[in-house]
């Protein structure tokens, strides 16, 4: 989805289709040339859209053009998550190689890989000042990055599964995670503590903050949506 929340890009083998959300409407259909696109992340000025695929290919696409402005290769393994920093300059990609890597758009050259999880990546967050980013595995750790010196500066753990779904609140100081084990944890990222946990009755896919940061939607692979309120912060 892009920022103004007013278009949504679906995926299809080889074609990319962009929705108006208003309307229902396809705007536009763009045909790629990777294999399977697994994710797909839009800048906050919503021109361009950064694609990870299965050949461990990423792929830059400008959004008005229709064109792909270049392809960013350097991962092992499929490119199962992105982020992109609040300027709209670096993206932070992780895959199957058990690799996150942090590249100039503008450029395309890789700035650095950073090294410390042992399974899979699933989801990455980027903090609002673009100074730190969290990383969720199969392996249920969830690990915090300096992005600026690619040092790990902590690990939460907490989640009996996978974690597959991660977001962090408007000053940076806090993170909700969904899991494969059907629970969400809100985590203090200064205390690199559990601050509460929810259950639900099915894997939780994609999490947010709204209403100041005190509550959090979530959906889950029912298809359910989960509005929670957090009580005591």
């Keep these: 989805m892009t920022p103004d929340g007013k278009r949504a890009i679906s995926e299809l083998p080889k074609i990319l289709k962009v929705l108006d959300l208003e309307s229902g409407s396809v705007i536009k259909t763009l045909k790629y040339q990777a294999s399977r696109i697994i994710t797909i992340a839009v800048t906050p000025d919503g021109k361009r859209a950064v694609l990870g695929s299965l050949d461990d290919t990423m792929w830059v696409w400008d959004l008005k053009s229709d064109k792909e402005i270049r392809m960013l290769k350097g991962h092992s393994g499929s490119v199962s998550a992105i982020a992109i920093t609040p300027d709209g300059k670096r993206a932070v990609s992780g895959s199957d190689g058990m690799d996150i890597r942090i ?10 890989m950073l090294k410390g999880h042992s399974d899979p990546i699933l ?32 690990i939460l753990r907490g989640h009996a599964g996978p974690v597959i779904a991660l ?31 929810f259950s639900g009755d099915a894997p939780f896919t994609v999490c947010a903050f709204f209403s100041n940061d005190r509550a959090v939607i979530a959906g889950d692979r029912f298809g359910n949506i989960h509005f929670l309120y957090i009580v005591g912060i």
């Design 103 to 112: 590249w100039d758009l503008e450029s395309g050259i890789e700035i650095r």
């Design 123 to 154: 989801a990455i967050a980027i903090t609002p000042d673009g100074k730190r980013a969290i990383s969720g595995s199969d392996g249920m750790d969830i690990r915090i990055w300096d992005l600026e010196s690619g040092k790990e500066i902590g």
């Design 167 to 197: 977001a962090i609140a408007s000053d940076g100081k806090r993170a909700i995670s969904g899991s494969i084990d059907k629970t969400l944890n809100v985590w203090d990222l200064v205390s690199k503590k559990r601050i509460t946990t």
